[in-house]
Structure formats: structure tokens, C-alpha cells
């Protein structure tokens, strides 16, 4: 099992910034992708990008392709998610997510483990 601790989140204006961070721990080594997804209310859960550990190949969503950027600290475990121009409609509860498949996975179905979220709020 992979515990994940997400932090970063809060209020920002339309247009601002913001950096979301999520710590690894536990059975780190059996985890290939990593993953951020969010969840607004009445809404299901969605993707939103993804990283690979060791090659660091990424995967966006088209809707923050562009503003958003994924990365990684492998000496950290750490992974990041630097979210530029926000929009109101950009307003979630962001998870981290990993999972022991490899490649573009965007499914929450093939994430085991996940953090407890981060809340993002952006006002217009």
C-alpha cells in the first residue's frame, strides 16, 4: 500500500496560481503512475493528469492541457501539479492518486491508492 498526503490547495482569484504537492510513502517501488484527478460537487470524479515515475512521460486532460504542468521528484517521492490560469470551473477537490499500470491510465478505476484531497477553490 502507497500513502499519499496531498497539499497545496486554497482560494485563488481567477487567472492566479497555484501548486499542489503530494508525498509517497510505503510500497513506493510497486507504483508506476501517478496521477491527479477532481472531483467538483455533483460531479463525478475526473482526470486530470498523470505521470510516469521513472520516465516521466505525462498525460493531460484537454482541458488543462496547457495550463496545468506535472512533475516529479523521485528523491522526494514527491510528485507536483503547477496549475497556471485558473478558471472558476478549475474549483475541486483534487486527488492524488497511484497506480502499479503503466502508460496514459485515466481510469480512477486503475489507481489503488489514493490521498485524502486537497480543496481548490477559484473564485471569478
Known amino acids: 500500500q502507497v500513502q499519499l498526503i496531498e497539499s497545496g490547495g486554497g482560494l485563488v482569484q481567477a487567472g492566479g496560481s497555484l501548486r499542489l504537492s503530494c508525498a509517497a510513502s510505503?510500497?513506493?517501488?510497486?507504483?508506476?503512475?501517478m496521477g491527479w484527478f477532481r472531483q467538483a460537487p455533483g460531479k463525478e470524479r475526473e482526470f486530470v493528469s498523470n505521470?510516469?515515475?521513472?520516465?516521466?512521460?505525462?498525460t493531460y486532460a484537454a482541458s488543462v492541457k496547457g495550463r496545468f504542468t506535472i512533475s516529479r521528484d523521485n528523491a522526494k517521492n514527491t510528485v507536483y501539479l503547477q496549475m497556471n490560469s485558473l478558471k472558476p470551473e478549475d474549483t475541486a477537490v483534487y486527488y492524488c492518486?497511484?497506480?502499479?499500470?503503466?502508460?496514459?491510465?485515466?481510469?480512477?478505476?486503475?489507481?489503488?491508492?489514493w490521498g485524502q484531497g486537497t480543496q481548490v477553490t477559484v473564485s471569478s
Open positions: 510505503g510500497r513506493t517501488r510497486s507504483t508506476y503512475t
Open positions: 492518486a497511484a497506480s502499479q499500470f503503466l502508460g496514459a491510465v485515466t481510469s480512477p478505476a486503475v489507481y489503488a491508492d
Open positions: 505521470i510516469n515515475w521513472s520516465g516521466g512521460s505525462t
